[in-house]
């Protein structure tokens, strides 16, 4: 279980690094909060697993159970957007792109959902 763990929040650190860091530019504390929890965390989970978390035999169907979290999240998300018409991520905004559009960006970050 650590290390689907350790697969999402890496997946936050690709995510934010590469789509989200330039839309918001806090200053002061704000800013050390946010770089603590997009850049620090996501390190410092990756560094513990690498020393100490067993190493196992990663199965497909481990891997595939890992999913439920993050495509829960999404449809969660998309939900509530649409009953709120607030979306967090310019990547799954519906009300701005089609729904076909926002799945179709999600297929492109599958893989980082997977092992």
């Known amino acids: ?22 839309l918001w530019m806090p200053s002061g504390y704000r ?3 946010n770089k603590s929890l997009h850049t620090l965390v996501p ?3 990756a560094l513990y697993w690498l ?7 990663l199965s497909w169907r481990r891997c595939a159970a ?11 998300t998309l939900w509530r957007g ?8 310019w990547f799954i905004d519906v009300s701005e792109l089609s ?4 799945f179709s960006t999600r297929r ?3 893989p980082a959902f997977s092992c």
Do not use: E, K
């Open 66 to 76: 890992w999913l439920a979290y993050p495509l829960c999240y999404l449809f969660v």
């Open 31 to 33: 800013a050390l909060v």
């Open 51 to 57: 020393l100490f978390v067993p190493r196992f035999h």
């Open 82 to 89: 649409h009953a709120s018409d607030f979306y967090p991520y």
């Open 43 to 45: 390190g410092l989970a």
């Open 99 to 102: 729904m076909s559009a926002c």
């Open 1 to 22: 279980m650590i290390t689907a763990v350790v697969v999402y929040i890496m997946f936050v650190w690709i995510a934010y690094n590469a789509l989200l860091r330039w």
């Open 108 to 110: 492109c970050w599958s």
